[in-house]
């Protein structure tokens, strides 16, 4: 991915989606090997996004080993997910209507799961 074709967000995203995807905590020269396999993005501009990302508190940050640090996603990726639709929801002129919306772009199986999930 060349830094012309990123689009903003988007190494942010690929860093969550590394982070969530581990079975632990990172090292930001196991995220950089992750998100840039083909070497083109530096460390720097890793450790810059996940400064970011922890100062939003999307990302923690524990002592690693010797002067490294560990970085984990601080939400699951649902929960991440299920915050980006209240904001969006609570942005909405009409929530009942943008859930209306929402709802009618679900497959049967998704709308039984919603319904489940709604019943506990």
Request: no cysteine; aromatic share 4%; charged share 20%.
């Amino acid at each position: 991915m060349t830094k012309r074709g990123r689009q903003q967000g988007e190494l942010e995203q690929l860093i969550l989606d590394s982070l969530w995807d581990a079975p632990s905590a990172l090292s930001s020269q196991q995220l950089l090997e992750l998100v840039s396999p083909d070497g083109e993005l530096a460390l720097t501009t890793v450790l810059t996004v996940l400064s970011r990302l922890t100062d939003k508190g999307l990302v923690s940050r524990v002592p690693g080993e010797g002067r490294a640090f560990l970085f984990s996603a601080s939400q699951t990726r649902e929960q991440h997910t299920a915050d980006l639709m209240l904001k969006i929801v609570s942005g909405a002129g009409n929530p009942a209507l943008a859930f209306s919306h929402f709802a009618s772009g679900l497959s049967e199986a998704d709308l039984a799961a919603l319904r489940k999930s709604l019943d506990r």
